[in-house]
């Protein structure tokens, strides 16, 4: 991907981060002034069947009640976690990681500013929880997007798929250098075009001149020619 793709693709990933944020922070805060509004004075209300309870409770912990005792602590991570979205925000390519990071910006916004807002006081605030399943905690809109959003983060981690757009798969065989067998070199040939290094071949052609003698013919060489008788 050149430099000018490059500049076009951030803004609209960070576009769909910031709708799929807002999105998500709209539906937590409009669900909970609704039920705040319409359930604070009401017995719990089933529906489904007994599927789903809608019940208000304030929550002064984190996600499905956890640590009740500790809400500064978990408003300061809040924080945390809300900064350390904005940095990831600067390296995102990925349409699949805006729409992750967009839900964990969106859910953790949400509970902020019950954090922020709500009773107590700042920094000290209940979250209200409205939505309970049976055998599970009562929650809000703002923990689903949190839990989607880390359940997406993991399966895309899994997969190898980094915020920047590359993918990295961690089975992938590593690059080694190449390893040449190595090249067999030629025979050392002499003058003759014959190998210096086949005995063999030496022999031979030593034998064949030998047999030849040296008027290149074969058979020993008379030396006298005999006498013919006139």
């Known amino acids: 991907m050149n430099s000018g793709e490059d500049a076009g693709v951030r803004p609209r990933r960070i576009g769909v981060l910031v709708a799929v944020a807002a999105a998500a922070l709209a539906l937590d805060v409009i669900s909970k002034v609704l039920v705040v509004a319409l359930l604070s004075d009401r017995p719990p209300i089933g529906l489904l069947g007994g599927l789903l309870t809608l019940r208000v409770l304030r929550n002064s912990g984190a996600a499905f009640n956890i640590g009740n005792s500790m809400t500064l602590v978990f408003t300061v991570i809040a924080i945390g976690v809300v900064v350390a979205i904005l940095r990831f925000a600067r390296r995102l390519r990925s349409l699949p990681w805006a729409v992750t990071l967009g839900l964990l910006l969106g859910g953790a916004l949400g509970n902020l500013a019950d954090r922020m807002l709500r009773s107590p006081g700042p920094l000290r605030g209940h979250v209200v929880d409205w939505i309970e399943l049976p055998h599970w905690p009562v929650f809000n809109l703002a923990d689903s997007a949190i839990v989607c959003g ?81």
């Not at 052609?205 to 020993?220: I, L, S």
């Open 150 to 230: 880390g359940a997406l983060a993991v399966l895309l981690a899994s997969r190898g798929l980094q915020v920047d757009g590359t993918v990295h798969r961690d089975d992938d065989p590593q690059e080694k250098p190449s390893e040449k067998a190595p090249e067999s070199r030629p025979a050392a040939q002499d003058q003759d075009g014959r190998d210096k290094d086949s005995p063999e071949k030496d022999g031979s052609a030593q034998n064949a001149a030998d047999r030849r003698g040296p008027a290149g013919h074969d058979g020993p060489e008379n030396d006298s020619v005999p006498d013919v008788k006139r």
